[in-house]
């Protein structure tokens, strides 16, 4: 299958070939290496994109955490074999559960379960002789930007964290959106899902993404546009979650981990995003413990950081930059 995102163009099949902008070195062919690894019992799957710049000793490496509920081949590959083709190798991963990684219930949003992921992950590269096991980065698209820093806070093996229109949900902050009325009512009706699961031993799911008036996790608006169309086209993808996901959002508080973060960080956001807001990015950035740099792009999309060059190519640019820099 062939992608094309502005002036560069790869094959997602066993090698890509990428023409040049600033970001990339040219000419740079990056391999794809699938590869698995157990965590918990469970065999996940993974590719491991490969610069072929025959450097010689042990390189940097970077782990890539793409949006919920996404697997590999979305866009964790996308930003993956651009890292790769700046000179870093670059794993991406289908999260337990997803795509062709072993996990049961299928498609439920398990956070505990992701950071174990990610923390097998980096057991991995360490482990690859061509890896320097002390120069590892993670970098997050969406979601993953939110448990790339929370992973970034546990495992002292990361060495930096990049966001990249990063949702980073705050417990404290979305309560007080809501109201304490509004949020322990909302956490009520939610945690029914899980109640009937309980009961009845039976895992409910819903459609993940659905038009406005749909039944659906998400409705409408560029979401919609991006997951309901063949932009969003995966074998491995489905457009379904389980049920319970609602309480997972309510419950899940990934923001606060930046004030455990002291590596070298990166925040790279759109001046404007509906879907994650700025002002989050900001309140993150300022919680860093160590260095931390934070890139405004001049873009009012969210979903445009997952397949527009326009988002994309700037977004890497800045990412490589710092991994450089950084690693």
Avoid at 142 to 163: E, I, N, T, V, W
Wanted: proline share 6%; glycine share 10%.
């Amino acid at each position: 299958m062939r992608k094309v995102l502005g002036d560069y163009t790869y094959c997602l099949d066993s090698m890509y070939v990428l023409s040049s902008r600033a970001s990339l070195r040219k000419d740079t062919m990056v391999t794809r290496r699938n590869i698995r690894f157990t965590v918990d019992g469970l065999s996940l799957a993974g590719t491991l994109h490969e610069p072929d710049t025959r450097d010689a000793g042990a390189r940097p490496a970077v782990l890539v955490a793409g949006p919920s509920p996404q697997v590999k081949e979305q866009v964790p590959d996308t930003y993956a074999v651009r890292i790769a083709a700046a000179g870093f190798p670059a794993l991406t991963i289908d999260f337990r559960g997803f795509g062709e990684s072993e996990g049961q219930p299928r498609l439920r949003e398990m956070p505990a379960g992701k950071l174990a992921d990610l923390r097998a992950a980096v057991s991995f590269l360490a482990a690859q002789p061509d890896i320097d096991a002390d120069r590892i980065a993670i970098v997050g698209i969406c979601a993953g930007a939110g448990y790339a820093l929370k992973a970034a806070a546990q495992d002292p093996r990361l060495a930096a964290f990049a966001g990249i229109a990063g949702f980073y949900p705050d417990l404290r902050t979305l309560r007080d959106a809501m109201g304490e009325d509004g949020y322990r009512a909302a956490l009520r009706q939610a945690i029914e899902v899980l109640a009937e699961e309980d009961r009845t031993g039976e895992v409910g799911y819903l459609p993940h993404v659905g038009p406005i008036g749909a039944h659906a996790l998400l409705q409408g608006g560029e979401v919609y546009e991006f997951y309901g169309s063949e932009r969003a086209a995966s074998a491995n993808y489905r457009n379904e979650i389980t049920a319970d996901t609602m309480y997972t959002m309510l419950t899940l508080d990934t923001a606060t981990a930046a004030d455990l973060v002291g590596v070298p960080a990166l925040i790279v956001h759109g001046e404007k995003d509906g879907a994650c807001p700025p002002e989050r990015a900001v309140a993150v950035h300022d919680r860093l413990a160590g260095p931390a740099r934070l890139e405004w792009l001049p873009v009012d999309t969210h979903i445009g950081f997952y397949d527009d060059e326009a988002s994309i190519g700037p977004a890497i640019a800045a990412l490589t930059d710092f991994l450089d820099k950084s690693l």
